[in-house]
């Protein structure tokens, strides 16, 4: 059974439970629910949620712990001598992985499964006609293992189905057993609650730790082939699979900061002075119409912006400032990633901006304004000191986004990393480095692939400490005004 149809099956036997607790709480207050500690519909949730709760956690660890076993029983299958020279057991791994899925899709299309797997040759012609590719041809060994975890997963499905629909059978019938009218359902129902928002809230840190540990632990492990002075202190970036690399993180962070910076430049101006109009000239129906079109930007996907720089910013900048002024012959460069990348971000810094000053008391405005100031100097002297804490967040946390943006630095920015103040020369930055050396079948024991780790650990470091200064500035704003 598929996971989707068991979910489907265990929210219509929560359901089923949930009318059945109401039932049963009326009827044994016969009828009377003045008589019952909690309302019926509280009955009827702690009966749906001891279905919910037990086979929700079931289904989470026993997906998590799936994984583990089928890769195991398949390990178990692949003999040493038939892993090829060039490879190494990941990479052979992942050709089980697609090899299974491509028996599944032969056996799906009525082909005889059983006499391929004896045939390897004829087996690789027919993963090529149902769009298999193969990293390499399959082995009698790499059959068996695709076999077994074609057969340990659909064991394992049907091992969870009857766990999880006797586990929800059996929370149900816990959950009825326990309903009389003296059972305090309402309390009980606001206990389950608050722990699945606390277990909500841990979900959210246990994510954070967890990605800090995996780039942690591959960092050290990169620092353990690659020497970490080379790494931070060399200028120069040349990653050579195979070896003699020149792995200097300082090109990587100069394009990444120098396209965030022209971003900024961007954005900040525009961003403020729109979100100054919205917010104290602007009518209610303007600014009903105009915040909406802003705040359109936002949703626009990066790919759009991307393509957006590639076909039209960066021709129209090559043509009419970089040739005639001798900078540059490329579309490609860092003015053009900045640009359009501050037109993505407008909408953080307009929208937050507007917010801030929105929240500045009209107390204020009105004691300037009684004193003789006009609306600009109020706005000037009085408006935007008291915002600057929140703007400057709103700032930093644009900030923050530009610096983790790849797609417009792919498109706009090209890939060459390099230390130049010139704008109109192709730059690269961290997030486009750390999405090249993970591109393709890779093998994390090398330097030119770990290095992505490093880079990754650097650039969260920097954006957690941008937006640790932005929160601390906006809650010590909110801490003023609210």
Do not use: C
């Given at each position: 059974m598929s996971l989707g149809l068991l979910c489907l099956l265990l929210l219509a036997l929560a359901v089923l439970g949930y009318v059945l607790g109401q039932r049963k709480a009326i009827s044994s207050a016969g009828g009377d629910i003045r008589k019952l500690h909690s309302l019926p519909n509280f009955y009827g949730s702690i009966t749906a949620l001891s279905v919910i709760v037990p086979t929700a956690a079931l289904l989470v660890v026993w997906l998590f712990a799936e994984g583990f076993v089928i890769q195991s029983n398949a390990l178990s299958?692949?003999?040493?001598?038939?892993?090829?020279?060039?490879?190494?057991?990941?990479?052979?791994?992942?050709?089980?992985?697609?090899?299974?899925?491509?028996?599944?899709?032969?056996?799906?299309?009525?082909?005889?499964?059983?006499?391929?797997?004896?045939?390897?040759?004829?087996?690789?012609?027919?993963?090529?006609?149902?769009?298999?590719?193969?990293?390499?041809?399959?082995?009698?060994?790499?059959?068996?293992?695709?076999?077994?975890?074609?057969?340990?997963?659909?064991?394992?499905?049907?091992?969870?189905?009857?766990?999880?629909?006797?586990?929800?059978?059996?929370?149900?019938?816990?959950?009825?057993?326990?309903?009389?009218?003296?059972?305090?359902?309402?309390?009980?129902?606001?206990?389950?609650?608050?722990?699945?928002?606390?277990?909500?809230?841990?979900?959210?840190?246990?994510?954070?730790?967890?990605?800090?540990?995996?780039?942690?632990?591959?960092?050290?492990?990169?620092?353990?082939?690659?020497?970490?002075?080379?790494?931070?202190?060399?200028?120069?970036?040349?990653?050579?699979?195979?070896?003699?690399?020149?792995?200097?993180?300082?090109?990587?962070?100069?394009?990444?900061?120098?396209?965030?910076?022209?971003?900024?430049?961007?954005?900040?101006?525009?961003?403020?002075?729109?979100?100054?109009?919205?917010?104290?000239?602007?009518?209610?129906?303007?600014?009903?119409?105009?915040?909406?079109?802003?705040?359109?930007?936002?949703?626009?996907?990066?790919?759009?912006?991307?393509?957006?720089?590639?076909?039209?910013?960066?021709?129209?900048?090559?043509?009419?400032?970089?040739?005639?002024?001798?900078?540059?012959?490329?579309?490609?460069?860092?003015m053009t990633a900045g640009l359009v990348m501050g037109i993505m971000v407008i909408p953080f810094v307009s929208s937050l901006s507007d917010d801030i000053i929105n929240a500045v008391p009209q107390s204020l405005r009105d004691g300037s304004l009684g004193l003789g100031a006009t609306p600009s100097e109020t706005i000037r002297q009085v408006v935007i000191p008291a915002a600057l804490p929140g703007i400057v967040g709103a700032v930093l946390l644009a900030a923050s986004r530009a610096i983790g943006e790849t797609m417009i630095v792919v498109l706009g920015a090209g890939a060459a990393a390099k230390l130049s103040l010139n704008p109109f020369e192709a730059m690269t930055t961290v997030t486009v480095k750390i999405v090249s050396q993970l591109t393709g079948d890779t093998e994390f024991n090398s330097p030119e692939t770990l290095v992505a780790f490093a880079l990754g650990l650097t650039l969260f470091t920097l954006t957690l400490c941008l937006n640790i200064v932005a929160l601390v500035i906006v809650r010590k704003y909110r801490e003023q005004y609210e």
């Open positions: 299958h692949i003999l040493p001598a038939d892993v090829p020279a060039d490879s190494s057991m990941n990479l052979v791994m992942a050709d089980v992985t697609r090899l299974a899925a491509g028996l599944a899709t032969l056996a799906g299309q009525g082909a005889d499964v059983a006499a391929l797997a004896k045939d390897p040759v004829a087996l690789k012609t027919a993963l090529g006609g149902a769009g298999v590719a193969m990293g390499h041809d399959p082995n009698p060994s790499m059959i068996a293992a695709a076999q077994a975890v074609e057969s340990t997963a659909w064991l394992s499905r049907l091992l969870l189905t009857v766990l999880a629909l006797a586990l929800g059978v059996a929370g149900a019938a816990w959950g009825l057993s326990r309903i009389k009218p003296e059972f305090r359902a309402r309390n009980e129902t606001e206990r389950v609650a608050m722990g699945l928002l606390i277990a909500a809230s841990l979900i959210a840190v246990l994510t954070t730790v967890g990605i800090v540990l995996s780039l942690f632990s591959e960092t050290v492990h990169f620092f353990q082939l690659y020497p970490a002075s080379q790494f931070f202190f060399s200028a120069s970036w040349n990653p050579k699979f195979g070896g003699g690399s020149d792995l200097g993180i300082w090109p990587l962070v100069w394009g990444t900061l120098y396209v965030s910076v022209i971003s900024l430049i961007v954005a900040v101006p525009i961003g403020l002075l729109s979100a100054i109009y919205l917010a104290e000239y602007a009518s209610k129906s303007v600014r009903s119409v105009v915040k909406p079109l802003i705040e359109i930007l936002a949703g626009i996907p990066t790919i759009v912006y991307g393509l957006f720089a590639l076909i039209t910013v960066g021709p129209l900048l090559r043509d009419f400032i970089a040739q005639p002024m001798g900078w540059g012959n490329s579309a490609s460069s860092v």
